[in-house]
């Protein structure tokens, strides 16, 4: 049977499903393809972010923190507790039916906008007079011939060379999730956002977390200042974290891991773990697409090769996401993917990578949009910075949460807002006015003139803007 549609989207992740509903409420027949199943074998759309990404592993931070909270910091509220102990089989039950409603989501807006849904591997078949000839795996006498594709296949964990994941002893994310025991001697190969994230919540419950980090510090994507606070909080929490290491070889025996790295001063160490979790990178996901029957083009790292507009080297194929150039971001592959979808339509889109946000659900958080300051120093910008800590803050000081600081930087001659980065309580939340204001071309002097409510956290943005021209308030 051969089904003719307008587009195809290969990959329900936070790209491909957002593509798919945006492209069928602009009128479009849309189906989407994807082979992700839960463990009783039924379809998962959510992708990475959904499965085993941004969304278990927010669960997990958040019930890893109510734990520690109870157990620390509450009794200077007045609020005694005591014998409080950890159902960690709860928390992962809590964890997975989580998952499973936002799979259940994704199918039932399908349903919603009319995206027809087929549950399996996607390939290229051959390029056709219609479009693009698809097949489905587990759907043999279908043919799916679609006008337009948009490839959102995601990534997938990038592994240490040799040392393959058996989820069991070594770990990529998937296996970092699902731990059925608290390991006493956690490993982390990897100080990046998944690392840190994840190092997070097993020292929340209990482990002895050792992080191995082959930069000279952690977050070197970051502002330098941001990354420097972090790293001192993450040590007073608990967290081992050693940077400059190279890692010379893992092994793993029944009952552990041994990795064998050379430090800073050049000297061979041993660590030994129960678990070792890998956070190293992700590769993008395209070896089943069977690319070559088409001759789409790949680059040497196996990402798939597009313009700004997310074109591909063939008329017609999209692709969006993990899969191709820039930071492997969920909010970043849908709005690619909603982009695609308006131009696909003939409707004009833009996606302002400039103003894409970062976000880290450590305790503290850290978020940022725009240019750090070392990015600024390299280009030779000049720019004024205004710094408001959050021990200032009254609602800070409520919550007892006043680690921490919103920096503003701005362009020392027209004062539009470069880059704005934060560590504190909740700052992913704050990040969002940041992002509005710079897409709008803000000035710093825009944020200082625009009422906060009192007492908030978002005053503390108020306050760093103030403080790019000397006029902070409260500190």
């Known amino acids: 049977m051969r089904i003719t549609v307008d587009v195809g989207v290969i990959g329900a992740g936070p790209g491909g499903y957002i593509a798919a509903i945006r492209a069928a409420q602009l009128g479009l027949r849309v189906v989407c393809m994807d082979n992700w199943a839960d463990v009783t074998g039924a379809p998962a759309p959510g992708g990475t972010c959904g499965n085993v990404g941004c969304i278990p592993s927010k669960a997990l931070l958040e019930s890893s ?14 609020i005694e507790v005591k014998g409080a102990t950890l159902n960690l089989n709860q928390m992962l039950t809590r964890k997975d039916g989580i998952v499973r409603d936002n799979n259940k989501g994704i199918l039932f807006l399908f349903r919603k906008n009319g995206v027809s849904f087929y549950h399996g591997t996607a390939s290229f078949m051959r390029r056709s007079d219609a479009g693009y000839d698809i097949r489905v795996s587990g759907r043999e ?13 995601g990534s997938s964990p990038r ?12 770990l990529s994310n998937v ?52 990354a420097a606070l972090a790293e001192k909080a993450f040590r007073t929490q608990g967290l081992s974290i050693h940077t400059g290491v190279s890692i010379n070889k893992v092994t793993t025996s029944a009952s552990q891991v041994s990795v064998e790295y ?7 160490q041993r660590s030994h773990f129960d678990r070792l979790i890998v956070a190293i990178g992700r590769t993008p996901h395209t070896a089943e697409l069977a690319h070559d029957k088409v001759g789409l083009q790949l680059d040497e790292r196996g990402f798939i090769v597009v313009d700004e507009q997310c074109r591909t080297n063939l008329p017609n194929v999209w692709a969006v996401g993990d899969v191709v150039r820039g930071p492997m971001l969920a909010h970043k592959a849908e709005e690619e993917g909603l982009a695609v979808a308006e131009r696909i339509a003939g409707r004009f889109a833009q996606v302002d990578y400039g103003t894409l946000p970062y976000v880290l659900y450590t305790r503290p958080e850290m978020a940022w949009a725009g240019k750090t300051e070392q990015e600024l120093e390299a280009e030779g910008r000049e720019y004024r910075a205004g710094c408001f800590p959050f021990s200032a803050n009254g609602r800070a000081r409520a919550m007892s949460e006043t680690e921490g600081i919103v920096k503003v930087l701005a362009d020392a001659k027209t004062d539009t807002v470069l880059g704005v980065h934060m560590i504190g309580p909740v700052v992913s939340e704050l990040i969002g006015e940041v992002v509005l204001a710079m897409s709008f071309k803000a000035s710093s002097e825009d944020i200082a003139q625009v009422c906060h409510a009192h007492p908030t956290l978002s005053e503390a943005l108020r306050e760093a803007a103030l403080g790019v021209n000397s006029r902070s308030l409260n500190s």
Not at 65 to 78: L, N, S, T
Not at 141 to 153: S, Y
Not at 159 to 170: H, N
Not at 262 to 268: G, M, S, V
């Open 159 to 170: 592994a240490l060379p040799d040392t393959p994941f058996d989820e069991k002893r070594i």
């Open 65 to 78: 923190a109510h734990f520690e909270m109870v157990k620390q910091d509450v009794a200077v509220h007045g």
């Open 175 to 226: 296996g970092a999730l699902a731990m059925e025991s608290i390991p006493r001697r956690l490993g982390i190969i990897g100080a990046g956002v998944i690392g840190l994230e994840l190092g997070s919540v097993w020292r929340r419950l209990g482990a002895q977390v050792t992080i191995l980090e082959s930069q000279p510090a952690i977050l070197s994507f970051a502002d330098r200042q941001i």
């Open 262 to 268: 050379t430090d800073t001063d050049a000297t061979t």
């Open 141 to 153: 006498g279908h043919v799916l011939t679609c006008r337009h594709i948009v490839i959102a296949t």
